[in-house]
């Protein structure tokens, strides 16, 4: 019986990681969505990887074996699949940073008792797009970052709403030997 279960276990495990897969994404260029103009720019990661789980539902930066991102640029971000748009898989993720405010005393005038809390602003939101080819071969990378103007109360675009990042699937590079077979 115990043989039947970690046999059982074993191709579960063999199974679920079958139905991921992971590709090896390369940087292109830049291009400005507003003026259409086009720069050969340094983004902070020239290639990446990425993950689609099956059936695509989701995907994420990872390693070349699959497994998550925990840092970087890219850390640990999950993007919801949002359905299909203009022929494309369209991908998102949110990002809310948020901020305490100052502690604020507020009285009780029926007991006579103070109480304190530190109210929790949103300081920052950006939403990441992945925009996918159906062939998943191309990658439009775009990020809107919102600010608010204090002026004038209203939305304003950041530099980065504009800018699409295009990636394209490519072989990753081989790895290096491991090393000399003799040592001297």
């Given at each position: 019986?115990?043989?039947?279960?970690?046999?059982?276990?074993?191709?579960?495990?063999?199974?679920?990681?079958?139905?991921?897969?992971?590709?090896?994404?390369?940087?292109?260029?830049?291009?400005?969505?507003?003026?259409?103009?086009?720069?050969?720019?340094?983004?902070?990661?020239?290639?990446?990887?990425?993950?689609?789980?099956?059936?695509?539902?989701?995907?994420?930066?990872?390693?070349?074996?699959?497994?998550?991102?925990?840092?970087?640029?890219?850390?640990?971000?999950?993007?919801?699949?949002?359905?299909?748009?203009?022929?494309?898989?369209?991908?998102?993720?949110?990002?809310?940073s948020t901020v305490s405010g100052m502690m604020q005393a507020n009285p009780n005038?029926?007991?006579?008792?103070?109480?304190?809390?530190?109210?929790?602003?949103?300081?920052?939101?950006?939403?990441?797009?992945?925009?996918?080819?159906?062939?998943?071969?191309?990658?439009?990378?775009?990020?809107?970052?919102p600010t608010f103007s204090s002026e004038k109360g209203s939305r304003s675009t950041?530099?980065?709403?504009?800018?699409?990042?295009?990636?394209?699937?490519?072989?990753?590079?081989?790895?290096?030997?491991?090393?000399?077979?003799?040592?001297?």
């Amino acid at each position: 019986m115990k043989k039947f279960l970690i046999t059982v276990g074993l191709m579960l495990a063999l199974v679920s990681g079958v139905f991921a897969q992971t590709y090896y994404y390369k940087y292109v260029e830049t291009v400005n969505a507003e003026t259409g103009a086009r720069s050969k720019g340094s983004p902070e990661y020239e290639t990446m990887y990425i993950t689609f789980p099956n059936p695509i539902k989701s995907c994420y930066f990872s390693d070349e074996k699959g497994i998550q991102a925990k840092s970087g640029t890219f850390g640990e971000k999950i993007f919801k699949y949002m359905g299909e748009q203009n022929n494309l898989f369209t991908f998102l993720y949110n990002e809310i940073s948020t901020v305490s405010g100052m502690m604020q005393a507020n009285p009780n005038f029926a007991t006579g008792t103070w109480s304190f809390d530190t109210p929790t602003y949103v300081s920052d939101k950006k939403d990441y797009y992945l925009y996918f080819s159906k062939d998943l071969k191309r990658i439009n990378y775009r990020i809107y970052y919102p600010t608010f103007s204090s002026e004038k109360g209203s939305r304003s675009t950041a530099y980065w709403d504009n800018m699409i990042l295009i990636y394209e699937r490519t072989e990753p590079p081989r790895s290096p030997d491991k090393g000399p077979s003799t040592f001297y």
